[in-house]
């Protein structure tokens, strides 16, 4: 298939968007569409079969570089976009700033796809405004749920590879207004934000304050609202890049 080539047949990146009858099934909530940019063939092969043989998820296009991977995003107007870093013509860092800087495209979620667990440009793409990321040999199962989380306004944080990754590079160079910004939380939110930046959920939180999952989540949102964080990926980034989070607590 070409690169950017839509589910229904070569040509222009179309086919997919509501004047082309698919809009139906999005406007009733009930399919995510996916944007796979990958220069590999194969690993968007693997990607499409398994995505496409879900209920709920279906792949609206290809891309096999960042300048289409863009193109095709705001053509299609995709609900979540699984990028891999390393593209020809446009790399996937770039790719995922110029969608997360486009304001009219902020429905749209941004996954990294990436080679290898520790890579530094993952972080700068969290801090650009992905969702989060994951290896590209992720088991099925994780592949799914990463994108019905992103979805629902979850952050893709792996277990412990994310966090290492953010410990590694927030470390380097804290940034003095990320600090100054936790002036601007009540005691509670920044102990949630704490918690957020080790990486747990709005359960885990939950249980951790004793309060409902509600509430744990209002916390959150409120924190994200008062840092201008776009979700809760770069909630993760400021915890650390502010001092809140040091690297030895993630055990």
Known sequence: MNAAEPVNGPGPVRGVGPANGAGSVDEGGTVIRVLLADDQSLVRAGFRALLDAQPDIEVAAEAADGEEAVRAVRELRPDVVLMDIRMPLLD????????????????????????????????????????????????????????????????????????RLIAEFAA???????????????????????????????????????????????????TMVKLGARDRAQLVVLAYESGLVRPGWLG
Do not use: C, W
Not at 109 to 125: G, N, P, Q, R, S
Not at 128 to 138: E, M, N, W, Y
């Open 92 to 163: 996937g860092l770039a790719a995922t700033r110029r969608v997360t800087d486009d304001e009219t495209l902020s429905q749209v979620k941004v996954i990294m796809l990436t080679t290898f667990e520790l890579d530094e440009y993952v972080f700068e793409a969290i801090r650009s405004g992905a969702s989060g990321f994951l290896v590209k040999d992720t088991e099925p199962e994780e592949l799914l749920r990463a994108v019905r989380a992103v979805v629902a306004g979850d952050a893709l944080l792996s277990p412990g590879v994310t966090r």
């Open 172 to 222: 380097r160079s804290k940034e003095p207004a990320a600090a100054d910004a936790l002036s601007r939380l009540t005691e509670r939110e920044r102990e949630v934000m704490a918690l957020v930046g080790i990486g747990l959920s709005n359960e885990e939180i939950a249980r951790r304050l004793v309060v409902s999952p509600l509430t744990a989540k209002t916390h959150v949102s409120r």
